[in-house]
């Protein structure tokens, strides 16, 4: 077998994942909303299996760190202490010939990428989304669809130090929706309006947090390389001083080199106290820690990992993706499409195929289905699939990113074993029944 070297283009991933149920437009039917997207029944799976991830790895895998789930929808007055109100904005230019809108700092040309036509004056676009609580709308009913998870940690700084008796270095974690009106969006589900992001704020003592900053860099860029994303496809980047947030005193992004070249993933932030000295003064309620050394009350430093899930899918997917030269069972060259999706992120662990449908095998089948099914060892779905010839089976299992499967064939109605079958190297070993679970979970955990 020969892999091909050059990346996957993004049709083909689009048409991959919408065939295999892993995203769809979202309201297709209605000719579909632009830059949105519905995860089909196997990108669901991903998804969650990514989320999951994350959540096992940064908060129960650490003592340092608890969770939380805060309200999309908070008090205005969060967003003015902020400083999104103010400062959460791009500079927009228009077309004055197609009238087309792009962001200025991503233009690479005084022109119109669309026409080549004259671009108006830059003015500035708050990104926020807006909506209206209540039954009249009107300026007292306004309010924001979160453009950060953020703030919501921040204002429950004083909740969570009382209710978890924490001090710190401590990290909240959380995993929600957020919203921004992007002028320019595109590139599949790399920048959409309405996506999911996966977010630390983690406090240190002020004077601590360069060197706290620093290892969350490095511990987030060994987390996408333990699940799978290849070296050489990511690197750090350091935002240059003109460019930093306002409330930023040094930020690192990672990026993964996607089709169409390098594009962030996470941003590790380091938000000094801003946040919080920020909301102490517009709330009117202090949010701090009393330091026993100091004997004072200290508002700490915030480290914030914070990484988009919808690109965090994307670089997989992309990275998984992979093109082989193959031979059929009949002996033909054909060409193989596989995932090699990390095996935690995989959305079918394993798939039982009887090798036809033969009504001899069937019931065997479903009892080796229904065993890997209810097993607590394989933690996800477990596919039963006999439709079309059994390596047409197996190329759709590769397509989709599962690891294992599991055939059965006319001699396992003798001698009670049946025929493991690995995605990557395509091996196959035979093994007895009763060892089954016990030797998927091995492969699996691997």
């Known amino acids: 077998m020969t892999e091909t070297v050059s990346p996957v283009d993004l049709t083909t991933l689009t048409s991959l ?15 579909g909303l632009a830059s949105t997207w519905d995860y089909g029944p196997l990108g669901v799976e991903l998804k969650n299996n990514v989320k999951r991830a994350w959540w096992q790895h940064f908060v129960w895998g650490r003592d340092d760190m608890i969770g939380l789930d805060a309200a999309i929808l908070m008090h205005p007055g969060v967003w003015r202490a ?21 962001r200025e700092d991503q233009l690479e040309q005084p022109a119109c990428p669309n026409c080549g036509g004259e671009l108006s004056e830059p003015r500035h676009f708050n990104q926020m989304l807006t909506t209206n609580l209540g039954p009249v709308q009107d300026d007292a009913s306004l309010t924001f669809l979160r453009p950060e998870t953020a703030q919501g940690i921040f204002v429950n700084f004083n909740n969570v130090l009382t209710a978890m008796r924490r001090r710190p270095p401590f990290g909240i974690a959380q995993i929600g929706k957020a919203f921004r009106n992007e002028i320019t969006t ?9 996506f999911e992001m996966m977010e630390i704020e983690f406090f240190v003592r002020p004077g601590e947090d360069q060197e706290w900053h620093q ?10 390389s333990a699940l799978g994303l290849r070296e050489d496809r ?16 040094a930020t690192t992004d990672v990026e993964y080199r996607f089709p169409w070249g390098w594009g962030e993933i996470q941003g590790i932030a380091n938000r000094t106290d801003y946040d919080l000295r920020a909301h102490s003064q517009h709330s009117g309620e202090t949010l701090a820690y009393f330091d026993d050394d100091t004997r004072e009350h200290v508002a700490p430093y915030v480290i914030e ?36 999706l990390h095996p935690a992120l995989a959305p079918v662990k394993v798939a039982v195929l009887p090798l036809s449908r033969n009504e001899r095998l069937a019931p065997t089948a479903r009892r080796v ?15 039963y699939d006999d439709a079309q010839s059994i390596g047409r089976r197996y190329r759709r299992q590769d397509e989709i990113g599962a690891p294992l499967c599991v055939t059965v064939d006319f001699d396992t109605l003798d001698d009670h074993a049946v025929t493991i079958r690995d995605r990557d190297t395509m091996a196959q070993d035979r093994v007895p029944i009763e060892r089954l679970v016990e030797e998927l979970r091995g492969r699996l955990a691997q």
């Open 17 to 31: 994942c919408k065939r295999r149920g892993f995203l769809f437009q979202s309201s297709e039917i209605y000719g």
């Open 82 to 102: 902020s400083g999104h109100a103010d400062h959460f904005s791009d500079p927009l230019v228009e077309c004055l010939q197609c009238r087309m809108r792009w």
């Open 186 to 194: 595109g590139n599949f589900i790399f920048r959409t309006r309405e």
């Open 215 to 224: 290892e969350w860099v490095r511990e987030c860029v060994d987390w996408y």
């Open 234 to 249: 990511l690197r750090l980047r350091p935002h240059d001083p003109d460019e930093l947030s306002h409330y930023s005193k």
């Open 305 to 340: 990992p914070s990484a988009g899930v919808d690109r965090a899918v994307m670089a997989f997917l992309v990275d998984a993706y992979g093109e082989e030269e193959a031979v059929s069972a009949k002996g033909k060259a054909e060409k193989r499409v596989v995932l090699r």
């Open 369 to 383: 289905h229904d065993l890997l099914r209810r097993s607590r060892a394989i933690d996800g779905p477990v596919q």
